[in-house]
């Protein structure tokens, strides 16, 4: 039994109560059915690590990374689906961190600094599985359905051994981050400060990358690896706009994910409308939202002083 | 050798007298550099800093050639020069992040980035262009991180890093912001704030590295008067990485000029002035004397 498992069976009672409050037709069933409920917990559990990574993310300037190593877990799928495994997501993981240490070794020995090194590991992998899955497959290619699932995400269709892998990434990602978010801030806001005061920066990076592969990877079932960035960076860029402390920003983070997600699920549910694509969606009009909102008030204060 | 075990002081007035002789004599040539070594208040005072032969080669480029440096503790040293001058290669060689090509670097008797340094060095570069700008953290996290190292960074800050925290926003007069966003701040606190990170991880010798870049007078004011408090009441030992040469001359203990190596090493109160350093640098008069000025015809 995997760590997905347990969990489910840990929450299962607490979604069954919360199932008759639910509004709609359709969307109690993510609290009920035990299909459904792998889908949510999935769903709740990658927000809360990818809002806390996205965080750092944004302030590392990498926002783009995510999507970097969506795109590399893309060439794994690929080679996996043709490979025939029962889970390409593991091959997703095991591409996705090659790159992301090859991407940090370029970035930190200053051979490509920025984004340069992302966009040749994102368009070399991508183009790999493009082109196994044509050779291999050819024409009479019937795994089109489970690619698109991969490219677009398929949050209704999460196999046991999906959720093990996703809870399990996401667990220990989450410990560890928690765990260094010190240092990691420090190496972030200056490595060689941080350095000096003896944070072994380097190995923090290498781990904060491979952190990241994995993380991306397990939100690739739920969200899809186009749309990987809309719970990465924008639940981050919402909370910088409202927050005024690292530790609020966190915390609000949490909020703008979770509200994303749930009320994304709970659109889609409702209208029959792609679960990824309408989370990414309900995240961005939330972002709109607050950054107008903003403006407007401040707007209203300065004529207030005036 | 001999020159080497010669008793400091005296060896500074031997110094200072062949300087007073070459000026005499009129043949102060950019070539040979005057060194007059700064007589140290305390004799006893142990090295914090020593670069011996130090040569520096950047991508094909020879940045520092041939550098010797030997800083006491307590010292204020200011190393100033043009643009381009290898004032930042400097400093990053000292920490260690650049790799020297000749020549040893040797801090409190340790190799940069040893082990036994941790937390004993602080390095404060120009804040505002230095933070990153997605930044969201108060005055009082920043200066928090200065306090994280290899033991203590999986752990929540204890009551002792709490109070380092607390002291080095007072230091630098920052505690009404220090609930505050960085981003918020003008240049002047955010340098200040950065300061106070190197404060609280209690490091006893601090590299500046062209703190006084875009803030106004009085904040450049008072960042001056609080590294003199740091050098005099703490017993900091200080490098200070400036191109401001006035600013260094009424701050520093002792003036280092750097281009295409060491062309002035002494007391900031002896450091040359306009036409001095213009023959120390080489420069040559471009204007001849005065002509008349023709009035231009009228077309």
Known sequence: ?306 | MAKQQMNPTARFFEQLDSAVQKKREGNLISTNPITINFPPRNLNRSTALEVSNLTVIRSGKTILEDINLEIKTGDFVAIVGPNGSGKSTLALSILGFLKAHNGTIKIFEEKPLSKKLNGRIGWVPQAAANLPKDLKVTVEELVMLGTVDAKNMFFRPNAERKSRVKKAIEKVGLEPYSKTDISKLSGGQKQRAVIAKAIASDAEFIIFDEPLVGIDKETRNSLLKLLDNLCHDEGKTILMISHDITAMRQTAHRMVYLEEGIRYDGPSSSFPDFSLLAAIRGIVQVHDAPKEVKPKEEE
């Open chain 1, 1 to 306: 039994m995997g760590l997905g498992v347990i969990i489910l069976e840990l929450v299962a009672p607490l979604l069954e109560l919360l199932a008759p409050l639910m509004p709609g037709d359709t969307f109690p069933a993510f609290f009920k059915l035990e299909m459904a409920q792998r889908s949510l917990i999935a769903a709740i559990m990658v927000t809360i690590v990818a809002g806390f990574l996205g965080l750092f993310l944004i302030m590392k300037n990498q926002a783009l990374m995510g999507d970097g190593i969506a795109h590399v877990s893309f060439g794994g799928i690929a080679v996996g689906v043709v490979l025939g495994a029962s889970s390409p997501l593991w091959y997703a993981l095991l591409f996705a961190i090659i790159a992301s240490i090859c991407i940090n070794e370029l970035q930190s020995r200053e051979i490509l600094t920025g984004d340069a090194s992302i966009a040749i590991f994102l368009t070399g992998t991508l183009a790999l599985g493009l082109f196994i899955l044509k050779v291999w497959e050819g024409d009479e290619f019937t795994g089109v359905a489970e690619i698109h699932s991969y490219l677009f995400g398929n949050l209704l269709l999460m196999p046991e051994e999906s959720l093990d892998l996703i809870a399990l990434v996401c667990v220990v990602s989450l410990i560890l981050l928690a765990a260094m978010r010190n240092a990691l801030l420090a190496t972030t806001i200056d490595p060689f400060a941080a350095r000096i005061q003896g944070i072994p920066v380097r190995r923090i990076e290498l781990l904060f990358s491979i952190i990241t592969a994995a993380v991306v990877v397990s939100m690739v079932k739920v969200i899809g690896a186009l749309l990987v960035t809309a719970l990465l960076v924008t639940p981050a860029a919402t909370a910088k706009q409202i927050s005024s402390s690292f530790k609020s920003c966190v915390f609000m983070t949490q909020v703008v994910g979770l509200i994303s997600v749930i009320s994304g699920i709970y659109v889609s549910a409702e209208m029959n409308s792609g679960t990824g694509s309408t989370i990414a969606l309900v995240a961005a009009i939330i972002f709109v939202i607050v950054l107008t909102s903003k403006s407007a008030f401040n707007l209203v204060i300065k004529k207030h002083e005036n």
